[in-house]
């Protein structure tokens, strides 16, 4: 395997580590020698030993062959061949190389070591960190960072950026080390020179780029490779580039598109805008989560937290001799349909009572699920077991094993304490220390997040659906066990979200609600927080159903001025900017109000926000950056049977040369939105050109429905909205104002 390692000052070493994965296989002696002769036709040292490793459902040892393979490169062969040999069961032999590479030699990215080589191969590595270390340094990486600078960037980082691939090719702004150059795209050949001269440089560790899978990285190499240049990514000159193909999967219904990968050798490139991990948690949370999963950071920062989860869970497994399955082949349990019934149900959620609210308290179980699983021991080897008959779980009767520890709760037990020191350090601590706290926590909450989901994932290697039924199950009774501990105490529950309560009591003081969540605590064994006490709060109505109240539909301001909004306009991506501003600027007025009573008293100030935005459109007084509406396709473009806003918009694109896949967003304004024409109804944000304009009205509509939102507990429904500020105001203008520009066009938004 080849290794790089950084010295603290900064250079770089090119080292091998010897190495041959292991692999395991079981059956009967005909098909053992079966394998044997298989084994013999691989280009690779093979070497087979009989040897006791544990089964993961029974924890008993059982007999079998380890095949070590003389060569990394042959290993997945060597795993093919096996896998079709009749009547041979195959373990541990499907996880890629460098991992299998980590987990059995104990070695993980980032770690610190002393090492001793012999030329350039490594003979011995002595680790000076653990994978386990709360605290820990990182070698000093120097960042070369290169973002699209097309024209007319909004100088605002809030609105959105043009999607580089859906429009003219502009400039690259490349940062390094404090300096910061602009390199013009007018002749490709220059702005490959002289990016290649900055990364001679600089040698960068990694290159952080913002749409470098999909197009930067692309469009550089493929002028380099016309004008017969080397760009020089690779710091090992030796390797080419890895590339992988773009991909659109479906996801908790959702489709999701993940660009193609450009992957380096000897440094990392990171891309911004294709890592979820990255875009929620930075680049510390990626190298603490790539340093716990012992998966290569750049492989890391492009996968989801479920397989890093995943990863966490094979690595224990292979370190504590348990036999990886090589496909989960256990199926689901059979059901009648009233077992379904009383199994599947998922979290407990309560309607919320839809209205104002004053002095209401908001408690929240930390991490709910994973803490339950690692609490009752719930792992795929422990439920339904048959010598714990007296662990029932609640509501459902599936037994829980108590005698020994299950290999999911193994994993979280660590991640659990991780993420309370790292929150509790984060308190402690301010500026630069305080952000490095925050987005390794960050990280590991997805993590968690992501190990409940797996446990019922149909292609999780340890997963069954048993063990995810009796989590929810626990969860809901420890809802309901909070709920009576709370009424007893004269409390009334206004809502109840999986693992939050909002409770009231006429008088409660914050230190009531605190004696609540120790007694909660008490009643359920797991922990319980006060997230805070509100001013007041609003659960909204449902927009089909007036009066219904929607689970995760509400704002409201705590004692500490800190807000919280769920489900509204300020929260969805798919609102123009336009829009989520003034709703927030809204928000920002009422929220200082102390009471309803200043609440209500605030109103004009309020519709006086919505006027102004809407006086704004009316004259045109809106930039493009501020109207953009950015949705993603759900299926290919030729697939959509009606002219939606996003359909129209990708066929606009697709004219242009620009293909878009499912998943994929696209960003477009809206020109015309009852135009008879379809194609005249929208138009692609990256291809407006310069004589671009909008629909005064869909605008106003989208803004009446935003402030509606806020306001309609206050009685202000977007019928009165639209009847009392938007229509004396979006009268006929005067005839100088309905002048035509220099375009021809009049009205708002000419772009004249």
Known sequence: MVVWLLETSGRAHRLRYPYAPTLYMAGSRQALRAARRVLDRLAAPVTCTPVLRRDLRSGDEVPVVAVTVGSPLAYPAAARMLSRVPGLTVYTCDIPTPRLFFYETGLFPLARCAVACRGDVIQEVDLRSRIEDL????????????????????????????????GRPGRLEVSVDGETVVLDGDDPADLVRSLQRMLQRYDPDIILTEWGDAVLLPGLLREAARTGQDLGLNRDPGRPLRIR?????????????????????????????NSFIYAESELAGVLEVARLSCIPVQDLARTSTGTAISSMQLRRAVQDGILVPWQKSEPEEFK??????????????????????????????????????????ISPETVGCGCCPESRVPEIGVTVCRR?????????????????????????????????????QTALKWCLVTSFGYLGYRNARFGRIEAHEAVTAYAREMLLRAKETAESRGFRMLHALVDSLWLYRPGATPADYEDLARAVSRATGLPIAVEG??????????????????PNRYLGVFTDGTTKVRGIEARRSDMPALVVRTQERMLRRLFRCPTLADARAALPEVLAVLEDALLRVRAGEVTAADLVITTRLSQEVSRYRHN???????????????????????????????????????RPYGLRGDDWHYDREAYATLLLRAAATVLEPFGYGEDRLRREVWEPISAPAPAAWRSPGRCGRTGPGSGC
Do not use: C
């Not at 908001?362 to 699920?369: A, G, I, N, R």
């Not at 006490?533 to 929607?550: D, E, I, K, N, Q």
């Open 135 to 166: 605290e820990y340094d990182l070698p000093p990486l120097t960042v070369l960072r290169i973002r699209p600078d097309p024209d007319g960037l909004p100088d605002d980082p809030d609105l959105p950026v043009p999607h580089p691939g859906h």
């Open 245 to 273: 193909r773009p991909r659109s999967y479906v996801t908790y219904g959702q489709v999701v598109h993940q660009a193609g990968a450009r992957l380096l050798a000897g440094r990392w490139h990171l891309d911004l805008r």
């Open 336 to 377: 009648t349909a009233s077992q379904l019934l009383l199994t599947d149900k998922g979290g407990l959620t309560y309607q919320p009572l839809v209205g104002l609210y004053e002095q209401v308290g908001e408690l929240d179980f930390s991490s709910m699920y994973p803490t339950l699983m690692a609490t009752y021991n």
């Open 404 to 440: 020994r520890r299950g290999l999911v709760p193994q994993v979280l037990d660590h991640l659990l304490a991780r993420r309370a020191y790292y929150k509790r350090r984060r308190r402690e601590t301010a500026g630069s220390q305080r952000a490095l706290y925050d987005q390794r």
């Open 533 to 550: 006490v509100y001013r007041w709060v609003a659960f909204l109505p449902s927009r089909t159903h007036p009066g219904v109240g929607v």
């Open 644 to 682: 939606t806003a996003q359909a129209l918009a990708a066929r606009a694109l697709a004219r242009a040369g620009v293909r878009v896949s499912p998943g994929e967003p696209v960003q477009y304004i809206l020109v015309d939105a009852g135009a008879r024409v379809p194609r005249d109804r929208v």
